[in-house]
């Protein structure tokens, strides 16, 4: 029913910035519940940041809180992930991914994922 797609990534060098964005299909997409997670080689898909439908509140990872910031337009269907200060860790596919559940960073209650982009960052 929905459909995501990622753009943005690339490559950055440490302690630099880039931004990630996913355009959705879904016409009620305010509706939605947006996340971003990120899966690095090697290790288990983990939370990034998410944005609310209901209030627009936002919640971040402890490993990104103050570098990384999510926002959304439901004019334009979209929702961005702006990183900063990036660091080698933080080199992994980043997914974008939808729920009509409440705010929440548990994997497995999103119900839609885009492809993903890769952001890999040099040391």
């Known amino acids: 029913q929905v459909q995501l797609v990622e753009s943005g990534g690339g490559l950055v060098q440490a302690g630099g910035s880039l931004r990630v964005s996913c355009a959705a299909s879904?016409?009620?997409?305010?509706?939605?519940?947006m996340g971003w997670f990120r899966q690095a080689p090697g290790r288990e898909r983990e939370f990034v940041a998410v944005?609310?439908?209901?209030?627009?509140?936002?919640y971040y990872a402890d490993s990104v809180q103050g570098r990384f910031t999510i926002t959304r337009d439901n004019t334009k269907n979209t929702v961005d992930l702006r990183m900063n200060s990036l660091k080698p860790e933080d080199t992994a596919v980043y997914y974008c991914?939808?729920?009509?559940?409440?705010?929440?960073?548990?994997?497995?209650?999103?119900?839609?994922w885009g492809q993903g982009t890769q952001v890999t960052v040099s040391s």
């Open positions: 944005i609310s439908w209901t209030s627009g509140k936002t």
């Open positions: 991914a939808a729920t009509q559940r409440g705010l929440t960073s548990v994997v497995r209650l999103y119900d839609y």
């Open positions: 879904a016409r009620t997409f305010s509706t939605y519940t």
